[in-house]
């Protein structure tokens, strides 16, 4: 499958807005919203709906557990319909810090509680009579007053994509969804993720060319590779130290599986201990550039026919630039170097 562009934006960024309807007119084939614990994903999209009219407009990601399944699936149909059929449902467990600190949603079971919701957002936008019996969601409630109830919103297909960094749900990505979102991610590495997606998806009878699979990234035009890939490097130490807790951090998870353990458990350990600046310079520049697109036009473009070449068929971006007219100069160098990419 050929190489597509994708952009992050967030809403926090006063040029969000702008960014998105200048990425469109760009190339760019998708555009992403984050959720964490600032403003939700779907009000934004909704925003870019009425602003854009080609590109693809997705959560990236919504976190599972902040919203019943019906809920998201309403969501989902909302933006669905007033998109024209460009919506994607991009969607996550999150981790135990945000859902029972910030949700106060009890963090168990996150790969059934996946599985629970995607098969009763797919009964509610095909149109059936929700009764589901689970064992995270019952529906309607054993005992109570409920009925099982359908939508009075019109079918509609919504594209599922799971952010997956751990073997089961990776699984479960190649086995259910549309769609796979990663991090975290070096393409000399993919088989690390790629090798269960594959696996499951073949077991339920698909192959991973059924999946879009999405890698974010960021990117920076620059002749200074060693200083921007030290820069970037930097910026982990965040993922690692405060991403989690020292029981449960995917993100660490996923690079030890990529032979960084020792790196981002030292890393963990400084920055628990207080010592962020060194924390910061213990992360490998090896993790700063190998995940990102950083370098002249020429590097960069071979590092997009290396995610082209292990699979990845979308790269979602984060454009670090001065101004609005800068990234949106590196949004479409970018979709220029992808489509030199696609054609050889």
């Not at 998105?20 to 009000?43: I, K, L, N, Q």
């Not at 796979?180 to 009878?205: C, H, M, T, Y």
């Not at 201990?273 to 910061?280: E, N, V, Y």
Request: aromatic share 8%; charged share 20%; glycine share 10%.
């Amino acid at each position: 499958m050929p190489l597509s562009i994708g952009l992050s934006v967030n809403p926090q960024d006063p040029r969000w807005l702008e960014l998105a309807r200048e990425a469109e007119r760009a190339g760019v084939d998708s555009v992403w919203v984050p959720e964490f614990w600032a403003y939700d994903a779907f009000t934004p999209l909704a925003a870019l709906a009425a602003r854009t009219t080609r590109v693809r407009l997705a959560t990236g990601i919504a976190q599972l557990g902040a919203r019943t399944p019906a809920m998201l699936a309403m969501s989902a149909m909302s933006l669905q319909h007033i998109s024209g059929g460009r919506f994607i449902l991009g969607i996550g467990t999150s981790g135990p810090q945000v859902m029972e600190g910030w949700h106060g949603v009890g963090f168990s079971r996150p790969v059934r509680r996946t599985r629970e919701t995607i098969e009763i957002i797919r009964m509610i936008t095909a149109g059936e009579r929700l009764s589901y019996s689970g064992e995270v969601y019952r529906l309607p409630l054993p005992g109570g007053e409920g009925a099982a109830i359908r939508s009075r919103a019109e079918p509609a297909f919504v594209p599922i994509y799971i952010a997956a960094l751990g073997p089961a749900n990776l699984a479960l990505t190649g086995e259910l969804a549309d769609g796979w979102i990663g991090n975290s991610f070096f393409p000399a590495s993919s088989r690390v993720f790629f090798d269960p997606l594959e696996a499951a998806a073949k077991q339920a009878g698909r192959s991973l060319a059924d999946l879009d699979l999405v890698v974010a990234v960021s990117a920076e035009f620059t002749e200074d590779i060693e200083a921007a890939g030290r820069r970037h490097a930097d910026g982990y130490a965040f993922t690692f130290g405060a991403m989690g807790s020292r029981a449960s951090n995917f993100y660490n998870n996923a690079f030890a599986r990529q032979g960084f353990g020792e790196d981002v458990a030292e890393v963990q350990r400084l920055w628990a201990a207080g010592d962020r600046a060194t924390a910061a310079a213990r992360v490998p520049i090896e993790i700063g550039l190998g995940t990102n697109l950083i370098g002249p036009p020429e590097v960069v473009r071979e590092r997009l026919r290396a995610y082209r070449d292990c699979g990845v068929t979308t790269v979602r971006v984060t454009p670090v630039a001065g101004d609005l007219r800068e990234s949106v100069a590196v949004l479409g160098t970018l979709v220029d170097l992808a489509s030199e990419v696609n054609g050889q």
